[in-house]
């Protein structure tokens, strides 16, 4: 039983990791995406690249960014929840 758990356990965070990459990198697209509309739209200001990864370093410390860790949180909270609710409820 305890084989069973781990093993659903591991396969789960491995799943999560996936999602929480492919997430990962699908958002820093989109940003740097915005970030090069941004610059056209601004009249060009500077060089573009420059421009583009100062904005990438203020999104990498952002609060969107640690949002996508949600991915980690809350499979394991529907988890205990749905524990919780069929042993006491």
């Known amino acids: 039983m305890v084989l069973a758990f781990l093993r659903v356990a591991v396969i789960g965070f491995l799943v999560a990791t996936v999602a929480y990459v492919v997430v990962s990198i699908w958002s820093r697209q989109v940003r740097r995406r915005k970030l ?3 610059w056209e739209e ?3 200001p500077g060089d573009r690249r420059d421009y583009v ?3 990438l370093d ?3 410390d952002s609060f969107r ?3 996508i860790l949600l991915i980690y949180l ?3 909270a529907v988890v205990v929840f749905i ?3 069929v042993n006491f409820m």
Do not use: C, N, S, T
């Open 74 to 76: 809350v499979p394991v």
């Open 53 to 55: 990864e100062k904005g």
């Open 83 to 85: 524990i919780y609710a």
């Open 42 to 44: 601004e009249g060009r």
């Open 58 to 60: 203020d999104y990498d």
């Open 36 to 38: 090069r509309e941004d």
């Open 65 to 67: 960014r640690k949002l």
